[in-house]
């Protein structure tokens, strides 16, 4: 890691980059500039990130107290939320852009996890509940947990090797995971190999990916596994946790 102060000069200089390139747009707004740009807030959300600072009045403070030669004119901090909430697709502009710049891994995974929001049994009739971009929360079945949930799910599909982020979405719980699964796989060139959950299996999926180049690779049955060798088995366990562990890593970093 970086000094902090290399670090927020070096983030500073990816993001102004960036909207100067065009490859972050931000939509103009009226009135006057605001005497701390948009790239500065950009740039002090993402080093709270990278940080692991948890509290963002906490770390304004901080920024305040220690790097005020760095951000002169920092706002308040009900200003800085409501204007990093704005900047929010800058966030997904910024990352797809770096990440178009690094190679792709041959071997890809694939996986959803549940984002509930409310206790089924809370759930009476047409609940209309609204997530973002007008998602509306929908019954699923969370296989991990042998469980029925009300919500979302957000889909992921990472490298392999550095786990980075290619692709995600967020739809509702109802939706199949193969269906939003080979929606993700349409971004950027099809990967060698594809490491999958058991909610991905299935014929058509694996034939379309087939026909694109990809061979999916999803945990054995249990009448597979009996005919298996141990070894075998721990290997294909282990490959499979390391999904768990970049959601884990993921769901630790929000």
């Not at 403070?61 to 004119?73: H, K, T």
């Not at 379309?208 to 294909?236: D, F, H, M, N």
Request: glycine fraction near 8%; charge should be positive; proline fraction near 7%.
């Amino acid at each position: 890691m970086l000094p902090t102060e290399d670090l927020f000069v070096h983030v500073y200089v990816l993001v102004d980059d960036a909207i100067i390139t065009g490859a972050v747009d931000i939509p103009a707004r009226p009135g006057p500039a605001p005497a701390c740009s948009d790239a500065e807030l950009l740039a002090i959300s993402l080093v709270r990130h990278l940080l692991g600072r948890r509290s963002e009045a906490g770390f304004l403070a901080e920024v305040a107290r220690d790097w005020a030669q760095l951000f002169p004119r920092l706002p308040h901090q009900s200003e800085v939320n409501r204007r990093i909430r704005w900047l929010w697709a800058a966030f997904e502009q910024l990352r797809a852009a770096l990440a178009a710049g690094l190679d792709v891994d041959d071997c890809q995974q694939v996986d959803t996890t549940a984002l509930p929001v409310k206790h089924p049994s809370r759930v009476r009739g047409p609940d209309g509940w609204v997530g973002p971009n007008g998602l509306v929360a929908r019954f699923g079945r969370d296989a991990a947990h042998a469980e029925w949930f009300y919500g979302f799910r957000l889909a992921v599909l990472t490298d392999l090797g550095t786990r980075l982020v290619r692709a995600w979405s967020i739809v509702p719980a109802a939706v199949s995971e193969r269906e939003v699964g080979a929606d993700l796989l349409q971004i950027g060139p099809p990967p060698r190999d594809l490491l999958a959950d058991k909610g991905f299996t299935g014929r058509p999926f694996a034939a379309e990916q087939a026909a694109r180049g990809t061979a999916v690779l999803t945990p054995p049955t249990k009448t597979q596994r009996a005919g298996l060798p141990s070894w075998l088995q721990k290997v294909i366990a282990c490959w499979r946790n390391r999904v768990e562990v970049t959601f884990g890593r993921l769901s630790r970093a929000s």
